[in-house]
Structure formats: structure tokens, C-alpha cells
Nanobody, 120 residues
Framework: QVQLVESGGGLVQAGGSLRLSCVAS????????MGWYRQAPGKQRELVAA???????KYADSVKGRFTIARDNAKNTVLLRMNSLKPEDTAVYYC??????????????WGQGTQVTVSS
């Protein structure tokens, strides 16, 4: 089993920045791809960004150029740096981890989520 704990959410004004952090524990060696999803009220959960065990990354079109995902394998941590935040970025953000690295959209483990609220 893998446990994921997110931190770093909060309230920020439009145009501001936040950094989300996710620390993994447990069966770390089984983790391949890691990602960040978000879910806004009344909307489906969507992939925001993902990163392989190497340097391959994937971003949602809506966050390209504003968000950056990074991974520190030594610290079992994945970060999401969010710049130029918009009110539409408001959502609960979830960290995720996959045993299989063949898909950007299939994950086995999930964190509890951290709220990000962007005021206009």
C-alpha cells in the first residue's frame, strides 16, 4: 500500500501563486507515474499534471505555461507549482500515484485532497 499526503492549498487572489506538495509513504518502490487531479464543485475530476519516474510530463491545456510539476524521488515527493492562478482553478486538488506507468490517466492510490481557492 501507498499513502499520499498533500499540503500547500489555501486561499489566494487571482494572479497569485501556490505550491502543492505530496509526500508518499509505504510501498514506494511500487510507484511509477505520479499526478495531480482536481475537482471543482459540480464538475468531474480532471487530470491537471502528471510526471513519470523520469522527466516526462503531461499537462492539461488549461494549465500549460502556468503550472509546473516536479518530482523528488529521493524525498518521495511530487510538487505542483501554480502561477498566474485564476478563479477557475478553484478546486480540491488530489495527489495520485500509479503502479503502472503506461497511462497518464490510470492511478491506484489517492490522497485526501487539499482545497485551492482563487478569489477574483
Amino acid at each position: 500500500q501507498v499513502q499520499l499526503v498533500e499540503s500547500g492549498g489555501g486561499l489566494v487572489q487571482a494572479g497569485g501563486s501556490l505550491r502543492l506538495s505530496c509526500v508518499a509513504s509505504g510501498s514506494i518502490s511500487s510507484i511509477n507515474t505520479m499526478g495531480w487531479y482536481r475537482q471543482a464543485p459540480g464538475k468531474q475530476r480532471e487530470l491537471v499534471a502528471a510526471i513519470s519516474t523520469g522527466t516526462r510530463t503531461k499537462y492539461a491545456d488549461s494549465v500549460k505555461g502556468r503550472f509546473t510539476i516536479a518530482r523528488d524521488n529521493a524525498k518521495n515527493t511530487v510538487l505542483l507549482r501554480m502561477n498566474s492562478l485564476k478563479p477557475e482553478d478553484t478546486a480540491v486538488y488530489y495527489c495520485s500515484a500509479a503502479r503502472d506507468g503506461s497511462s497518464w490517466f490510470r492511478y491506484d492510490y489517492w490522497g485526501q485532497g487539499t482545497q485551492v481557492t482563487v478569489s477574483s
